[in-house]
């Protein structure tokens, strides 16, 4: 049964990520001025990777202390036929991914749809090489760390007292809540996402597939959008207007 730590644990993930998210994380992003966003911007990116593997800390060190199993947090690998299918599938889901990343990039029609569905984080995305390794690092960090927090600890928490099914929603929903900075929007569709990944999880019988998915489609979104802006920044350049050639002086 969970201790007084999960207890913990879980209201930090069901209630402070969320407020965070909404107050103290991109809001301070969104009221910057405009000479201090690049700083805010790395300082919110350090932030979470460090709030991600503290948490993810905290979840190893109660989980050897009160000894329990890996494979209770999803931890496994197996050579079933649901984990090796899924696993495959997941494998394909990630190249089609990587084609159509690559594809978008060079194409300026997809880049002017993946600016407009997200000027509402607009300020959160990379604009330089630095920031965008620094956002790939965030990637794999949330495709890892998120899966284990979400999926893993929190779902084994919920199921405690709700049956599978319920418990997945549940923390779906809550998933969607911790991206609260994305609006009403967002937090449906990050929701939404949440469902397809503990579904991933459940037939896999294994973190593993949601893991690289998650980390595959946040590299995914990172890596468009910074070339979106890139390509938005040159057709700006290209557009604006040439100043007036200077009036030759006469001399009398």
Not at 180 to 206: E, K
Request: proline residues 7%; glycine residues 10%; charged residues 15%.
């Amino acid at each position: 049964m969970p201790t007084g730590l999960d207890h913990l644990l879980a209201l930090t993930l069901a209630v402070f990520f969320p407020i965070r998210a909404a107050t103290f994380g991109y809001r301070r992003l969104a009221l910057a001025p405009e000479p201090r966003v690049f700083e805010v911007r790395g300082s919110l990116y350090r932030q979470a990777l460090l709030i991600q593997w503290g948490l993810v800390a905290l979840v190893a060190a109660i989980w050897i202390a009160r000894g329990r199993t890996a494979d209770s947090l999803g931890l496994v690998i197996s050579r079933s036929p649901q984990f090796l299918g899924m696993t495959a599938v997941t494998v394909i889901a990630i190249v089609l991914l990587m084609v159509q990343n690559r594809r978008g990039q060079n194409d300026p029609e997809v880049l002017g749809a993946v600016m407009k569905k997200l000027v509402h984080v607009e300020r959160m995305l990379p604009r330089t090489p630095a920031e965008l390794g620094m956002f790939k690092a965030l990637s794999l960090t949330a495709g890892f760390c998120e899966e284990l927090l979400y999926r893993g600890f929190l779902m084994w928490y919920v199921t405690h007292w709700l049956p599978l099914v319920p418990g997945l929603l549940v923390v779906a929903l809550l998933f969607g809540f911790g991206h609260s900075y994305q609006g009403v929007r967002g937090v449906v569709t990050t929701a939404l996402v949440g469902v397809l990944l503990g579904l991933v999880y459940l037939v896999a019988g294994s973190l593993l597939p949601a893991m690289l998915l998650h980390a595959a489609g946040d590299l995914h979104s990172g890596t468009l959008a910074y070339a979106a802006l890139r390509w938005e920044g040159r057709s700006e350049t290209a557009t604006s207007p040439s100043p007036p050639p200077p009036t030759p002086s006469r001399t009398t």
